[in-house]
């Protein structure tokens, strides 16, 4: 594969990536409230999300998805209500507990993985993307599962870095402005906002 068109997957890659959705939420909310230690979980939630997603595109699950709408409707409907059930789950805590906001580790750590795994792979909006996407940088005369294993690593990999720098530029505006104190109003804005992502994923805003 060229250099050009690598150059080019990359710069579109990362212009979706960087695009406000429900991980990014997710990983923004879980950087504010649990610091460093989110970071570990956060990056391999969000990286094996996407692997997860990309093979199930190349498996198959792209073409259904792409040609079936009552499939694809159906999936969308289970990662809303997911997002949305998650999303409340978090005001309720929040509402429910004053003392737990007095620490640092608010969120375990295999929640906070299982969380942004789930929300990462359980897109369908994302399989039909890397189905659709990844294909128009393929070369027909190069081997074809070499090229989409570079490709999608080149992905993974850019998603991963994404997810580092803005856990780490919440982890710096967290210590910035203090946000300890107001730890408990930062889960119950994080789990709105998770519900409206939710909400728009099924009224496709």
């Known amino acids: 594969m060229s250099f050009d068109i690598l150059l080019t997957y990359s710069l579109v890659t990362t212009s979706f990536l960087l695009i406000p959705g429900p991980t990014l939420i997710l990983v923004i909310n879980y950087s504010l409230l649990n610091g460093r230690k989110a970071l570990l979980y956060l990056v391999l939630g969000v990286g094996l999300g996407d692997l997860t997603a990309i093979a199930l595109a190349f498996l198959g699950l792209g073409i259904l998805l792409e040609n079936s709408t009552n499939l694809f409707n159906i999936l969308k409907w289970i990662g809303a209500v997911y997002l949305i059930f998650l999303g409340i789950k978090m005001i309720v805590i929040s509402s429910n507990s004053e003392e737990k ?51 999608g690593g080149i992905f993974i990999f850019l998603a991963i870095i994404i997810v580092f720098a803005y856990v780490n530029i919440a982890i710096f505006l967290s210590e910035k402005l203090h946000l300890n104190s107001i730890k408990k109003w930062t889960q119950i804005v994080g789990g709105l906002l998770i519900i409206i992502a939710g909400s728009m994923t099924v009224l496709n805003i």
């Open 101 to 151: 906001f007095e620490n640092t580790n608010i969120h375990n750590s295999r929640e906070i993985f299982f969380n942004s795994y789930i929300t990462t792979a359980l897109n369908p909006k994302s399989i039909v993307f890397f189905f659709a996407f990844i294909p128009q940088f393929i070369n027909p005369i190069l081997p074809f599962y070499n090229q989409t294993i570079i490709l």
